[in-house]
């Protein structure tokens, strides 16, 4: 089966398995390495990416369901200022430790921040729900989330 969507800002065209996931395709046909496979049940949620701008498990997605939608992985962040902001937040609070489930939470972060400005605590954890983090005990990211959203407060508001 042959799709087309864009990553990252590109057009991509590629031709897929019927069943084939999207995390299966970023990392194994278009050697994209931020979304990690860890269950592949969707429980972990290390495969998170942005598809038209909200955070899916990718793990959950057939590639050939994305034809004409817009994908977007921690790469294609690379010079985003809000998410230079999250990443800084992120290295000044110690927000990672083995570093495995960071982009996920990145990506998590970066949609929270930009589509709902979270007014606590509280809502900064249900806004990363989903995805687990097996080192850090998730204070030092909630922290760099709160730290990041402090910085970009006024902005869209």
Do not use: W
């Not at 998170?48 to 921690?74: A, F, H, R, Y």
């Amino acid at each position: 089966m042959r799709t087309s969507f864009k990553l990252n800002g590109s057009q991509v065209h590629v031709e897929v398995e019927d069943n084939e996931t999207l995390l299966e395709t970023l990392r194994e046909r278009l050697e994209t390495p931020s979304p990690k496979g860890a269950c592949t049940q969707g429980v972990c949620g290390l495969c998170t990416v942005l598809i038209n701008g909200q955070p899916i498990k990718s793990c959950l997605v057939l590639t050939g369901e994305l034809e004409g939608d817009e994908v977007i992985t921690l790469e294609g962040l690379e010079r985003d200022e809000l998410m230079k902001v999250i990443k800084e937040s992120f290295v000044s609070n110690n927000g990672f430790q083995c570093g495995f489930c960071t982009s996920a939470f990145l990506l998590r972060s970066y949609s929270l921040l930009r589509n709902v400005r979270p007014k606590n605590r509280d809502e900064i954890r249900a806004g990363l729900a989903g995805v687990l983090c097996r080192c850090t005990g998730y204070k030092s990211i909630v922290d760099s989330v709160e730290e990041a959203a402090s910085k970009v407060k006024g902005d869209n508001e």
